[in-house]
């Protein structure tokens, strides 16, 4: 089955000097990756992208077009930001999209409303939760809580929306009632973004052993207690490699540790960093509800030492409940090679085409046989020949029912080409 596909992205990571996405390093585009390169070969994708997004991020097997769009480099004005007017242009009623893939479900009654009002058309909508607006967030920084209402929204408006585990959704769940929002059931389920394979060109490291710290530098991820006890520590066997260079505050004052090293590594080299360092260290806090990082680290077979919490658990690290003494346990020993952790991903091929399936059951299309025929004449037919030949306006509720009647039926659409052509 033809899928054309909308992907809407959430953009986190910027350089704050260039006001640049720094998408090889964001764990949403990152995963976006992997799950395009898991779905069909036969699936047509349009992709939303930050300006000067290199095309060759993704592969090079699916039929992907990349849309410049406007995303704000400020992860909570992306929450609210919709630009229809690029969207629409992007998605003249020659094209087709069945399902939208969302990974930032805050704008997701935006996209409902408009392929409604602009198109008649109800695609199929698939929320990715990559972050919760959750009450444990809000002692970490006032600007990071009042986003529930538009999550809320969200699930509300769309057909399936997929949570990181079910401790993820309980957080929603949690603030929901704490907000006295109403409540209506929803259908949802499972995503597990799996672990990066980075290059492993080799590059000059420290001659000593390397405790690294590959997580952001902000107050939910620990690690001023991490840098407190490695101060503590008075031994000059190790160096602590953080490598997030956005925060350039605290990197202007880490520099100044002899012990200490802040430097990101790019994506050809980093798999050579992970492999060689001697262990990394997750101190996440409270709200913690899926972690790349980690999985990168035990892709490597490199041990990561971390605080006891359910995550931790369900990722496989070494949990400990003293970090000082774990970190000098493991400084004294030789490296410990991690197991890598075997994760299965939610299969959206599947959900998707029988979607399409039961909503095309016990369907007839109106002017659906002259379509057919006209199909069948021509061999080769574009959507936008049958709307011209059999309708007088360009935006239909049958044009979808139609569509997915006749994917159902057989018939194939050439995703190769931009525009709907079915033969």
Not at 85 to 93: E, G, R, T
Not at 231 to 245: A, G, P, Q, Y
Not at 394 to 416: E, M, P, T, Y
Request: charged residues 30%.
């Amino acid at each position: 089955m033809n899928i054309r596909t909308l992907i809407y992205m959430n953009p986190l990571v910027v350089d704050k000097v260039s006001k640049q996405f720094l998408w090889e390093k964001d764990s949403g585009f990152l995963y976006t990756k992997q799950l395009i390169s898991s779905l069909p070969n036969d699936w047509r994708f349009i992709i939303l992208v930050p300006k000067k997004f290199d095309r060759n991020f993704f592969d090079d097997k699916h039929e992907i077009e990349c849309i410049e769009y406007d995303y704000s480099t400020s992860i909570h004005q992306n929450r609210y930001h919709f630009n229809r007017n690029i969207i629409a242009k992007a998605l003249p009623y020659t094209k087709d999209i069945d399902v939208v893939i969302n990974m930032q479900p805050e704008v997701s009654a935006n996209l409902r409303v408009f392929f409604e009002n602009q198109r008649r058309e109800k695609p199929i909508i698939v929320n990715y939760f990559h972050w919760i607006d959750s009450l444990k967030n809000e002692k970490f920084g006032t600007e990071l809580s009042g986003f529930i209402n538009r999550e809320i929204e969200g699930i509300n408006v769309s057909d399936l929306s997929l949570f990181h585990n079910e401790y993820t959704r309980s957080l929603l769940e949690e603030t929901r009632n704490a907000y006295r929002l109403p409540y209506d059931e929803y259908n949802y389920s499972y995503f597990h973004p799996l672990p990066t394979t980075y290059g492993e060109k080799p590059i000059e490291l420290s001659n000593k052993k390397i405790i690294l710290f590959n997580h952001r530098l902000n107050n939910t991820t620990g690690w001023k207690e991490v840098l407190k006890i490695c101060k503590s520590l008075n031994r000059d066997d190790f160096v602590l490699w953080f490598t997030d260079e956005q925060n350039l505050k605290e990197k202007k004052e880490l520099e100044k540790i002899p012990f200490v090293i802040v430097k990101s590594i790019p994506f050809e080299s980093y798999g050579y960093l992970l492999k060689n360092a001697h262990f990394t260290i997750c101190n996440l806090q409270e709200y913690a509800t899926w972690n790349m990082a980690i999985l990168d680290s035990m892709n490597y077979e490199t041990q990561v030492i971390s605080n006891d919490n359910p995550l931790m658990k369900e990722l496989g690290t070494n949990r400990v409940s003293d970090l000082r003494e774990a970190i000098i346990k493991y400084l004294d020993m030789d490296k410990i090679k991690a197991q890598n952790k075997i994760l299965s991903d939610y299969n959206l091929k599947n959900y998707i085409e029988s979607e399409i399936k039961k909503r095309t059951e016990d369907w007839n299309p109106l002017k659906y046989d002259k379509v057919v025929e006209l199909i069948k004449t021509e061999k080769q037919c574009t959507k936008k020949r049958f709307v011209n030949e059999f309708w007088s306006f360009h935006a239909n509720s049958n044009f979808q029912k139609i569509r997915w009647k006749l994917l159902c039926d057989g018939f194939v659409d050439d995703i190769k080409n931009s525009n709907t052509e079915y033969k």
